[in-house]
């Protein structure tokens, strides 16, 4: 008689729900309530994604629509959590994430305000430079500004992650280095494996490993491979390249759900979740492995920080 291993609690550090629901609300997004039920998660991180370069004041009218819709989603009986360790069943919780900091240049003191409303983990930049730093598809070489290192340092004591998914080399090296608490790549692959400077270098990876940090594997097909296919098992080829360059404990999935235009073959949703977790089975992983990749790695993070 086989035993069936108890169905790990899993965790998301990514997905850009909140503003696919505020753009296009007529759209069916890929994270539900009944997905994310099916797949057993626990912990779905919502970004308040930064959007197309406009003003600051258009930028900040957008968080608020976002703000908007997160409310509208706990008014529809979506729970939140403000810290990862409080989540000890199995049900959704939703942890409030930024993806472009923008926002933060009205003054360090607005980041507390964002800290109070819920945000627990910011990436610096999108696509676009800002007044903290630089990302990835301008340069690898401009370092965070001045304000930006100080940016950094406030959310680190109110106890936001600062998330480097797609920050610049430079900007990243800036944060390992000149400041005291680890990182996190939210949604994140290796660049061994492809190589797109959205990706992190094997010098990166164990770095930010070395520092205590996390990677959220990214189920983007462009990131993840060159060739025509893209499956389950090229999401795992990345998780085990970052084992092998010291990540064990601190991989997990940010899948990037309603950010990406396409899917790996048998991860549409958050209700496939369990498809990729019989795949690490599968590739032999053990399973205090496939609890840790699953979210345990996720919220350890969050204790380390
Ligand atoms: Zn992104």
């Not at 048998?266 to 496939?290: A, C, K, Q, T, Y």
């Amino acid at each position: 008689m086989s035993e069936t291993p108890a169905s790990p609690r899993v965790c998301d550090a990514h997905c850009d729900t909140l503003y696919s629901l505020l753009t296009a609300p007529q759209k069916p997004t890929d994270v539900t309530l009944e997905r994310l039920q099916q797949g057993g998660v626990a912990i779905q991180t919502m970004a308040m994604y930064v959007g197309p370069a406009a003003g600051l004041d258009v930028i900040e009218q957008r968080f608020e629509g976002m703000f908007d819709q997160l409310e509208a989603l706990k008014q529809a009986g979506w729970r939140q959590v403000d810290d990862p360790k409080e989540v000890i069943d199995a049900q959704p919780h939703m942890l409030l994430s930024i993806e472009g900091c923008e926002v933060f240049a009205r003054g360090l003191s607005v980041i507390a305000d964002y800290r109070a409303r819920g945000v627990r983990m910011a990436a610096i930049t999108w696509n676009h430079p800002n007044a903290l730093g630089t990302p990835h598809c301008v340069d690898a070489t401009t370092g965070l500004s001045g304000y930006g290192l100080n940016a950094v340092r406030e959310m680190q004591r109110l106890g936001i992650a600062v998330d480097v998914s797609h920050l610049n080399e430079a900007g990243f090296y800036d944060i390992l280095k000149k400041t005291d608490v680890p990182p996190l790549a939210s949604h994140s692959c290796a660049r061994a494996l492809r190589d797109h400077t959205r990706n992190l270098t094997d010098g990166q990876l164990r770095a930010l490993f070395g520092a205590g940090g996390f990677v959220g594997l990214n189920f983007f097909p462009m990131f993840l491979t060159d060739g025509p296919v893209c499956t389950i098992d090229t999401v795992i080829d990345h998780i085990q390249h970052m084992y092998d360059q010291g990540g064990a404990g601190m991989v997990g999935f940010g899948s990037d759900f309603d950010g990406i235009s396409t899917k790996p073959e048998g991860l549409d949703n958050p209700g496939d979740f369990p498809h990729l977790i019989e795949g690490l089975r599968r590739r032999g992983f053990d399973e205090s492995d496939v609890l840790a990749i699953a979210g345990g790695a996720f919220i350890r993070y969050f204790e380390r920080i």
